[in-house]
């Protein structure tokens, strides 16, 4: 679930959200009369590049607020006891 919202969802986004508004926009043509939009005009590239630039930007920020201290040691995830406790970064 993570990795979906890390990084597929902040990709997916601006074409998501395109999608939306050309369906929306298609349907408003079909009752009230226009032009449809020719999704495959669209500006595909443009929301590719917007899409990897705010998964980029999601990943920074990140490690930025999820970061620890670089003298900090990791304790990795084990099972005691019958449960699983996971990793965890001790601060010196």
């Known amino acids: ?9 902040p990709f997916l986004l601006p074409l998501t959200a395109y999608l939306a508004w ?3 926009r298609a349907t408003y043509v079909k009752k009230h009369g226009g032009n449809a939009p020719e999704i495959e005009k669209g ?6 590049f917007l899409g990897a ?3 980029f930007g999601v990943m920074g920020a990140t490690a930025l607020i999820r970061g620890a201290d ?6 990795p995830s084990r099972y ?7 990793g965890q970064l001790d601060e010196k």
């Open 1 to 9: 679930m993570r990795i979906f919202f890390l990084y597929v969802l």
């Open 22 to 24: 050309a369906w929306y």
């Open 43 to 48: 500006p595909w590239p443009f929301l590719l």
């Open 53 to 55: 630039l705010l998964a």
């Open 70 to 75: 670089p003298d900090a040691t990791y304790t």
């Open 80 to 86: 005691e006891d019958g449960r699983i406790i996971p």
